[in-house]
């Protein structure tokens, strides 16, 4: 009888407004640490209600974006910010997240409940320099200087 590997799921989420660097790099690390990917990108509700503001590139065109990055096997919309609901559904073996939530409560809870059910969180560096909140902020600054 022929033994065959387990193959590791990974999950990750993210706004992914204004698409940079930086989101192209945790998606290219995790994918190196997993056989399969999954993006949960955030929908335009869940940024409103989480970031208390509006994405400036469009739910549907932020999924379309995702889905064509070689690192990412699935795409699926991330309608809550509940972890746990995501693992319910898709069952994944690893989440990776970026190391700038590393240690806050939010995600400490999180390990806590992913270590009853084997999941392993994973922090991946933050692309220092280079943020979604940061390119907005130059945009409307430069808007604003004319």
């Known amino acids: 009888m022929e033994r065959t590997e387990k193959k590791i799921i990974g999950y990750t989420t993210g ?6 660097i930086g989101h192209l790099n945790i998606l290219k690390r995790a994918k190196e640490q997993c056989d ?4 949960g990108v955030s929908t335009d509700e869940v940024v409103e209600e989480y970031k208390k503001k509006t994405p400036i590139i469009k739910f549907e065109e932020r999924i379309a974006i995702v889905e064509a990055i070689k690192y ?4 699926v919309p991330q309608t809550t910010m509940d972890k ?16 700038d939530w590393k ?4 995600y ?18 933050h692309t220092e320099g280079v943020s979604s909140t940061l390119l907005t902020e130059v945009l409307y600054d430069k808007k604003n200087s004319k």
């Open 15 to 20: 706004v992914f407004d204004m698409f940079h």
């Open 36 to 39: 399969y990917l999954i993006v």
């Open 72 to 75: 990412v096997d699935e795409v």
């Open 84 to 99: 746990m609901e995501a693992w319910k559904q898709l069952k994944f073996d690893v989440m990776f997240h970026g190391s």
């Open 103 to 106: 240690g806050s409560d939010m």
């Open 108 to 125: 400490n809870h999180i390990i806590e409940k992913f270590n009853n059910v084997g999941v392993k969180v994973i922090f991946l560096p």
